[in-house]
């Protein structure tokens, strides 16, 4: 059964706890633009997860964590590389662990009903069944993963190449200290390949469009003109893949 979703809870809870110059990442400009995609996701959350808090870990900044705690009471964890977001999260409840995913496992013997995998595996420079597979891991049998990223084929990358722009920052393997821009974006069928990889048997990953506009004015007029073409779903700016692990009784069938 579905959890019950206000959008106007989630408005108010955003502009209080998330549109703040304290997150970094941009600051409240970076997070008003972006709203539609958080909420997207936390909507999506609600459609599929238990009407019982559960326990929510959310790889990246842990803003999807922070909201399902004020909406709905969910235990959440962020992980990422230390930085004062995550001091930001401490202080809200949130727990935080230091993790960097490219090294190794989890340091915590902790498992998760849900994993939200948003806006990272694009910075990543190693194949991305690899974290998948050690997020996997830490799922109880039932748990599920949302992650979003990018989509290769948006229409700001078929602009860029065109014009001979560069689309990816440079690819790098990352120490603990250095943040890393879009070193990798996935067509929707790369990506479905490193879930399969992983042997996820249930999941599907979709385009999906939400609506904000460039940084950059310069190209604002250039993104409303061809905002239409996004009807074309290998166009749409972003991919969202679900992917479920195993219940109990599905692990034990023959």
Not at 43 to 56: I, S, Y
Not at 57 to 68: K, S
Not at 215 to 242: K, M, Q
């Amino acid at each position: 059964m579905a959890r019950p979703w206000k959008p106007n809870d989630f408005d108010s809870l955003y502009e209080r706890y998330i549109c703040r110059d304290e997150m970094n990442f941009g600051g409240r400009a970076y997070y008003l633009r972006y709203r539609s995609r958080y909420k997207e996701c936390l909507r999506r959350f609600a459609l599929v997860a238990q009407d019982q808090p559960v326990d929510v870990l959310d790889v990246g900044g842990g803003q999807l964590a922070l909201m399902c705690m004020k909406l709905w009471n969910d235990r959440g964890v962020a992980v990422d590389l230390p930085g004062p977001h995550l001091s930001y999260m401490a202080k809200h409840g949130v727990e935080t662990i230091h993790w960097n995913l490219c090294k190794s496992e989890l340091p915590s013997n902790d498992k998760f009903d849900f994993i939200f995998f948003s806006e990272v595996i694009e910075h990543l420079p190693i194949p991305g069944y690899v974290v998948l597979e050690r997020l996997r891991k830490i799922l109880r049998p039932g748990g599920v993963i949302i992650c979003t990223t990018p989509n290769l084929y948006r229409l700001r990358n078929v602009i860029y190449m065109a014009l001979g722009r560069p689309i990816f920052d440079n690819f790098q393997y990352p120490d603990d200290d250095t943040p890393l821009g879009h070193v990798l974006e996935y067509s929707r069928d790369h990506l479905d390949w490193q879930f399969k990889r992983v042997g996820f048997k249930q999941y599907q990953v979709e385009y999906f469009q939400v609506h904000h506009l460039p940084t950059n004015p310069l190209n604002r007029p250039l993104a409303l003109l061809g905002y239409p073409l996004h009807i074309v779903p290998r166009w749409r700016d972003y991919l969202i893949a679900t992917a479920y692990a195993p219940s109990e009784k599905e692990k034990q069938a023959p």
